[in-house]
């Protein structure tokens, strides 16, 4: 089992920058994928990044690249989501994710383990 609590969301101004983190508590194994996933107001939850745990291989939505970087400390158990130049479109609840396997898959229905969210709000 893995249990992941994500942290750092808040109200932050269009074009503005913020970093969202996510700790991981239980066995993360090196073939895990970990990744992030938004679900803005009425809109189905969406893919937005997903790293390899071991390797470090990364994988951007095309709304985000560019934008947005994500990074994992193995050593910590943790990701992070460094978001620049953010738009009101990006509000939304962001959760982290994990994979148990290494498809670093962009599909929410292959991820096993889920945070409870973190609220991220951008005004224009």
């Known amino acids: 089992q893995v249990q992941l609590v994500e942290s750092g969301g808040r109200l932050v101004q269009a074009g503005g920058s913020l970093r969202i983190s996510c700790a991981a508590s239980g066995v993360i194994y090196p073939y895990y994928t970990m990744g992030w996933f938004r679900q803005g107001p009425g809109k189905e939850r969406e893919f937005v990044a997903a790293?390899?745990?071991?390797?470090?291989?990364?994988y951007y939505a095309d709304s985000v690249k560019g934008r947005f970087t994500i990074s994992r400390d193995n050593a910590k158990n943790t990701m992070a989501l460094q978001m620049n130049d953010l738009k009101p479109e990006d509000t939304a609840v962001y959760y982290c994710?994990?994979?148990?396997?290494?498809?670093?898959?962009?599909?929410?229905?292959?991820?096993?383990?889920w945070g409870q969210g973190t609220q991220v709000t951008v005004s224009s």
């Open positions: 790293i390899r745990w071991s390797g470090g291989s990364t």
């Open positions: 994710a994990v994979d148990r396997s290494y498809s670093a898959s962009v599909s929410a229905s292959q991820y096993d383990y």
